[in-house]
């Protein structure tokens, strides 16, 4: 043991020896002495808070006491005067509401429970749910979800509708998260009826934007987007917070149905507001998602300047599942370029982490991309289980949009094997999923892989057809690369049906976007299948 640290651990024992040599009651003095002094220097107690109704810091203003406040509250504890219990108990929240707001999750937590046992039905079940929405956030849903049924065993007690539908918002959260899709389903629907049945319009808002997030990711778009329609409108004057996050939904169900530009703006306005108000989390995901459509539509570089600020961001405030998308997505970008090692290590990283929260919607997403990767490397059979484990996480947790994705990679795979016929299956199955829900980007995608195939079979007329929906479906979703692949790959559809110049032309426009777009490999793509076609058919290159 080195001296710095002897001397620490002497202290220690010193400390400790000399204050247990107190007696009782004189220590419960020193307390109360130590409490009234630091109280005095800080200038005096803060104002009482509003009895802890909210599931949220809205009524918090900080205060400089807030610093000092666990200290406070435990001197005010062990001076063991009923005088000074409403004192402990204005500390402790003023504690627990600093070290929520500072990202000190773990202090955060424990000083929400240590508030909680000091308080009896509708406040502790908000403190338990405060508690629980930290762990939560942190990565402990099944922690948390403990503590929320606490609460929800108090709230039912009470009969108190609006207390009761904040924390089955909750509690569907938790479940939506762990996979629970038809649970989290139905416990929205409660907390829908018992929020309706009262007069708080801001708890009601909020469960609506969740349970439209919900039906978005299951699918029912055109639902989703009336919901968060509905919410903002109950939304315009009361929370900017909560009406930040609704606009980052409603911007993901306009970049899922191709109004791009609508997207776009809707992002840029939720993250303009939250220069107003300190919410790390909603920021964080918004830029995430802003970044994903910006590198769906050519702009990777600044995507990628875009998601590094979101693991930052995600990281200083103890967000896992938001860093872990963001590793995620800065893999796809690596992908895409063809950085095989670098993807490879990201997605390996963001699948750890939504492993390790329990977050299987999450995970099979994720999983979905590591096999993709492994196909590109040409790992088939690794490929074909990771693709098999992605659909069973995609169907146990109901996100059809992904079934529906992860349907046509792996038909690709399939192709990519010689398996024609089950590509060809898989991918007519993946379009039927993807119109379902009306996921017009991937279905662009999957149309041109299914017209590619149509090509290598020499079916040119049906491959025409299908080339030409995809060209305007990409054009719909503003993805310049794809529709320029597609350009180029329908060209060589028309010059093997022996219409050459149409085909240059067609073979132009699309060499001159991707002249626009350095880092997409695609152009490589078109490039190599364009000379093997040229000399199969005897004909010179296309200029």
């Not at 809707?266 to 964080?284: H, N, S």
């Not at 670098?342 to 999983?367: K, M, N, P, S, Y």
């Not at 079916?459 to 995809?470: D, I, N, P, S």
Request: proline fraction near 3%; include cysteine; charge should be negative.
């Amino acid at each position: 043991m080195d001296a710095e640290h002897a001397y620490l651990f002497r202290h220690a024992l010193l400390r400790d020896a000399a204050y247990s040599l107190q007696l009782p009651s004189d220590r419960a003095r020193l307390h109360a002495l130590a409490f009234a002094l630091i109280e005095a220097v800080i200038g005096g107690r803060p104002p009482a808070l509003p009895p802890l109704r909210q599931f949220d810091s809205a009524e918090y203003a900080p205060h400089p006491a807030d610093p000092l406040a666990i200290e406070l509250a435990q001197h005010a504890r062990l001076a063991g005067d009923a005088a000074l219990q409403p004192a402990t108990v204005l500390y402790l929240r003023r504690a627990a509401e600093h070290a929520e707001r500072n990202f000190y999750n773990s202090e955060a937590v424990s000083t929400w429970r240590e508030l909680a046992r000091a308080l009896t039905s509708i406040e502790r079940a908000a403190a338990n749910c405060r508690a629980a929405r930290v762990m939560h956030l942190s990565g402990g849903s099944l922690s948390a979800e403990g503590l929320v049924q606490e609460a929800l065993t108090d709230v039912l007690a009470e009969g108190d509708d609006a207390m009761i539908g904040r924390t089955l918002t909750q509690q569907a959260g938790i479940e939506r998260e762990t996979g629970r899709t038809d649970a989290a389903r139905q416990t929205y629907d409660r907390a829908l009826r018992h929020l309706g049945a009262g007069d708080d319009r801001r708890a009601l808002a909020i469960a609506m934007v969740n349970s439209a997030s919900l039906d978005h990711i299951s699918g029912r778009s055109t639902h989703a987007e009336e919901q968060l329609n509905r919410a903002l409108e109950l939304l315009s004057e009361l929370d900017p917070a909560a009406k930040c996050r609704a606009l980052v939904n409603l911007a993901n169900v306009y970049g899922a149905t191709g109004r791009v530009p609508e997207a776009e703006e809707t992002y840029l306005r939720a993250l303009d507001m939250t220069a107003q108000f300190r919410d790390i989390r909603t920021r964080a995901i918004a830029t995430g998602n802003l970044a994903t459509l910006r590198h769906a539509t050519g702009r990777s570089d600044l995507a990628r300047q875009d998601l590094l600020e979101v693991i930052t961001m995600a990281r200083e405030s103890g967000d896992r599942s938001t860093e872990a998308t963001a590793l995620s997505s800065l893999g796809g970008i690596a992908k895409d370029q063809a950085d095989f090692a670098a993807a490879e290590l990201l997605f390996a990283q963001a699948v750890a982490i939504v492993r390790e929260i329990h977050d299987r919607r999450t995970e099979g997403i994720l999983t979905g991309q590591l096999a993709s990767l492994y196909r590109l490397t040409n790992r088939d059979e690794l490929s074909l289980t990771t693709f098999e484990r992605a659909l069973a996480l995609h169907r146990k947790v109901g996100n059809r949009p992904w079934i529906g994705r992860e349907l046509g990679n792996l038909g690709n795979l399939y192709w990519q094997m010689g398996r024609l016929d089950d590509a060809e299956q898989s991918l007519h199955e993946a379009l039927a999923v993807l119109r379902e829900v009306g996921s017009v980007s991937p279905q662009a995608s999957t149309l041109g892989n299914l017209a590619a195939l149509s090509h290598a079979r020499g079916r040119l007329k049906v491959a025409r057809e299908q080339f030409e929906q995809a060209i305007t479906l990409g054009e719909r979703v503003q993805d310049r690369g794809l529709a320029a692949l597609h350009r180029c790959q329908l060209a060589l559809v028309l010059m093997e049906a022996g219409n050459r110049a149409e085909a240059e032309k067609l073979w132009r426009t699309g060499m001159t976007a991707f002249a626009d777009l350095p880092g997409d490999t695609r152009r490589q793509t078109a490039l190599s299948h364009m000379h093997e076609i040229c000399e199969r058919l005897g004909e010179p290159p296309m200029p």
